[in-house]
């Protein structure tokens, strides 16, 4: 600390503008996860089975793959943000930084997983 | 951010500290519950979207780990099953309340604590009552 100017110094270090944001994600996609989380956990359910093919015709209906589309772009988003907390809490200085970048690999690539796995039943359909 | 902390600032009490309530037990379990489920959850749920992908093969293969040929539930279906519907439902228990806390509602000791209380009474309820009607229908 010693150059730059009073604003330089501090610029990027608080919370001005943009510190609710976190926050107000978390309630948001909480919000949502309620709602889509109820409805896979009744899907499951009231399935009559779990065999692939009650599944894969299940999720091959746009009705179920729509939601689970969602499903994983709230609960991944809301998941990421609490393990980030948790790495905030724990981890200082250079570990908290890597930590933070391998939790965005885990979070971003497991998400483009599941949903290329939902689109895949989507567009194709049950392999017989 | 990347310099290093002051070991002279002061920290805050940790779980050793704290004398133990249901309001504290329902904080550590809001995250211990949801990073399960972010870390052991993600991982269950990407792999069976995955392999239901993959076709009939790959699916036998994953539910092999958890339900036996004759559809019989496994003890390791029954611990990550009831683990994550217990997870889930303390969560949402968990999360509900905090959007009452949100609102400003809720800090008084007694109501704290009984709320604090229900959460986890709701979620055992809730994970019987899912279970029962999950086990029913095979």
Redesign the interface.
């Known amino acids: 600390m010693g150059s730059g100017t009073d604003l330089g110094r501090v610029r990027g270090?608080g919370s001005s503008k943009e510190g609710a944001h976190h926050w107000w994600h978390q309630?948001l996609t909480?919000a949502g996860?309620?709602i889509l989380?109820l409805w896979f956990?009744a899907s499951?359910?009231l399935l009559?089975a779990?065999?692939?093919?009650t599944?894969?015709g299940w999720?091959a209906s746009p009705l179920a793959a729509v939601p689970m589309i969602l499903l994983v772009a709230s609960v991944?988003y809301h998941?990421?943000m609490?393990?980030q907390v948790?790495i905030e809490d724990y981890l200082?200085?250079?570990g908290r930084?890597t930590a933070i970048l391998l939790l965005s690999f885990?979070t971003i690539g497991?998400a483009a997983?599941?949903i290329?796995?939902?689109l895949?039943?989507a567009f194709t359909g049950a392999?017989v | 951010m990347a310099t290093k902390p002051n070991a002279n600032r002061p920290i805050s009490p940790h779980l050793t500290i704290w004398k133990w309530g249901p309001h504290m037990l329902v904080s550590i379990l809001h995250r211990l519950t949801g990073d399960g489920m972010a870390t052991v959850g993600t991982v269950l749920f990407v792999w069976w979207l995955a392999a239901l992908a993959g076709g009939p093969a790959s699916y036998e293969a994953f539910m092999a780990w958890f339900v036996d040929g004759s559809g019989v539930i496994k003890p390791l279906g029954y611990l990550f099953g009831i683990g994550l519907t217990l997870a889930f439902f303390q969560h949402m228990a968990s999360g509900i309340r905090h959007f009452v806390l949100d609102t400003g509602a809720g800090y008084e000791l007694k109501t704290n604590k009984l709320w604090a209380q229900s959460t986890m009474l709701v979620s055992i309820a809730l994970t019987a009552a899912y279970w029962a009607i999950l086990l029913k229908g095979h």
């Open positions: 270090l309630r909480a996860n309620l989380m956990f499951l359910a009559p779990h065999d692939y093919p599944m894969a999720l991944f998941f990421r609490g393990l948790l200082d200085g250079a930084i885990f497991s997983i599941a290329f796995s939902i895949k039943i392999l």
